[in-house]
């Protein structure tokens, strides 16, 4: 059996959305990382299953059906944590208290530090720093 390397019409690389989202640093995660990282569980890859002739067989048992459908789900689970996570844009004098901010490391690829937004009154005495 070949494995295509290809992607299809409409994929969606989930390591690389949340890297854009910046929840992770890097984007060649495998999926049982990212659920690890992402979704704070653990996606079962048992080798004996995984690399099984068996998949080649027209009717699959109940486990490896399951394990199957463990993997879409896996990835339907990571974008919809990705996307519950909005894309950092750039603070502004607009920008309302309350929003939460990331302040991102030296790279600019990862959050060092997460918090909201507060009104602080500027003292004239601090430059506007």
Known sequence: MEIASTTFAGAIDVAQLAKTHHLISNATMSLADL???LLDCH????????ISTQWEDSNL????QSYAAKEPFAGLALYNKI???PL???ITQATPTGTQVQLLDQDGNCP???GILEHVAVNSMH???
């Open 35 to 37: 659920v690890g990282n």
């Open 43 to 50: 996606l079962e890859k048992p080798s004996e299953l995984r």
């Open 61 to 64: 048992s109940l486990q490896y």
């Open 83 to 85: 996307m519950a996570h």
């Open 88 to 90: 950092p844009s750039p």
């Open 112 to 114: 060092a530090a997460i």
């Open 127 to 129: 430059n506007n720093i």
